[in-house]
Antibody, heavy 118, light 107 residues
Framework: QVQLVESGGGVVQPGTSLRLSCAAS????????MHWVRQAPGKGLEWVTVISYDGSNKYYADSVKDRFTISRDNSKNTLFLQLSSLRAEDTAVYYC???????????WGQGTMVTVSS | EIVLTQSPGTLSLSPGERATLSCRAS???????LAWYQQKFGQAPRLLISGASSRATGIPDRFSGSGSGTDFTLTISRLEPEDFAVYYCQQFSSSLTFGGGTRVEIK
């Protein structure tokens, strides 16, 4: 079945970096744009970034622009998010998600927690 | 960027009652690129409604979406115990944004 599995979260200090991964299965990964959405503890959902199916186009929320980088490896059906210059306010569960069968996020991973703390 | 404002922040209702959730956009959402999600504690969001009014696969018909332009509504006709959760609206007419959420709690 369609599945997204994130990994790579953890506890890091402010100013450091971290790379998240999202392994996709059960659908033709190379055909779909992929997104990252995050949720700070006790807060709502925030869209972070999107990458086109072939990796040629990328867009970011202003809050992460110039600090986060989205990429994908279509040969391995894997999505990445490189987080740099991390701040306390980046503490959140990070979900990968996509529009597969409709014009909305119909597929979500289980999320990976990133905690930025000294 | 389109700002989505959800109201009320919290809705206290009993099982069997009708729930009406509002999502108001700061600008018109074109092509009805408006979706609704349900999120339970510790879980990823689940898609309920896309295109403002189309139920996602497997979603019970007690859930319905309506509206256009700047005003959208999610209605749960008769609340079941498993419906008590947080609900978010989301648009991608201009960039992609989520509303702040409405918590539906047991009265």
């Amino acid at each position: 079945q369609v599945q997204l599995v994130e990994s790579g979260g953890g506890v890091v200090q402010p100013g450091t970096s971290l790379r998240l991964s999202c392994a996709a299965s059960g659908f033709t990964f190379t055909s779909y744009a992929m997104h990252w959405v995050r949720q700070a503890p006790g807060k709502g959902l925030e869209w972070v970034t999107v990458i086109s199916y072939d990796g040629s186009n990328k867009y970011y929320a202003d809050s992460v622009k110039d600090r986060f980088t989205i990429s994908r490896d279509n040969s391995k059906n894997t999505l990445f998010l490189q987080l740099s210059s991390l701040r306390a306010e980046d503490t959140a569960v990070y979900y990968c998600a996509s529009f597969i069968t409709t014009d909305a996020f119909d597929v979500w991973g289980q999320g990976t927690m990133v905690t930025v703390s000294s | 960027e389109i700002v989505l404002t959800q109201s009320p922040g919290t809705l206290s209702l009993s099982p069997g009652e009708r729930a009406t959730l509002s999502c108001r956009a700061s600008q018109s959402v074109s092509n009805n690129y408006l979706a609704w999600y349900q999120q339970k504690f510790g879980q990823a969001p689940r898609l309920l409604i896309s295109g403002a009014s189309s139920r996602a696969t497997g979603i019970p018909d007690r859930f319905s979406g309506s509206g256009s332009g700047t005003d959208f509504t999610l209605t749960i006709s008769r609340l079941e115990p498993e419906d008590f959760a947080v609900y978010y609206c989301q648009q991608f007419s201009s960039s992609l944004t989520f509303g702040g959420g409405t918590r539906v709690e047991i009265k």
